[in-house]
């Protein structure tokens, strides 16, 4: 089982930077990837950016392709998303989310991933 704790969100103006983290515990070793999505109230939750644990592929939205830089630590406990150049339409919150079985995904499908965080929230004022 993996567990896993999001952090950094806040509230920013727009143009600004943020950096969130995601840290996992548990049977980190069985994770093949991670990814963020985010869902804003009353829109269904979208991917953000995915990264393949195995293989350091990453994978972007292109709501966030050369704004957003998904990444992870040395140790692979914990994924982080840079964000920078924030607009207002980024406020959501933010979930980190895991997929540990091998297989063919969308990687920015939520229905991809088994196990999630519970979440941190963005805001972006104008």
């Known amino acids: 089982q993996v567990q896993l704790v999001e952090s950094g969100g806040g509230s920013v103006q727009a143009g600004g930077a943020l950096t969130l983290s995601c840290a996992a515990s548990?049977?980190?070793?069985?994770?093949?990837?991670m990814a963020w999505f985010r869902q804003s109230p009353g829109k269904e939750r979208e991917g953000v950016a995915a990264?393949?644990?195995?293989?350091?592929?990453?994978y972007y939205a292109d709501s966030a392709r050369g704004r957003f830089t998904i990444s992870q630590d040395n140790a692979k406990t914990t994924l982080y998303l840079q964000m920078n150049s924030l607009k207002p339409e980024d406020t959501a919150m933010y979930y980190c989310?895991?997929?540990?079985?091998?297989?063919?995904?969308?990687?920015?499908?939520?229905?991809?991933?088994?196990?999630w965080g519970q979440g941190t929230q963005v805001t972006v004022s104008s």
């Open positions: 990264f393949g644990t195995r293989s350091g592929g990453t």
């Open positions: 989310a895991t997929i540990e079985k091998r297989g063919i995904y969308n990687l920015l499908t939520p229905a991809a991933y088994n196990n």
């Open positions: 548990g049977a980190t070793y069985s994770i093949i990837y």
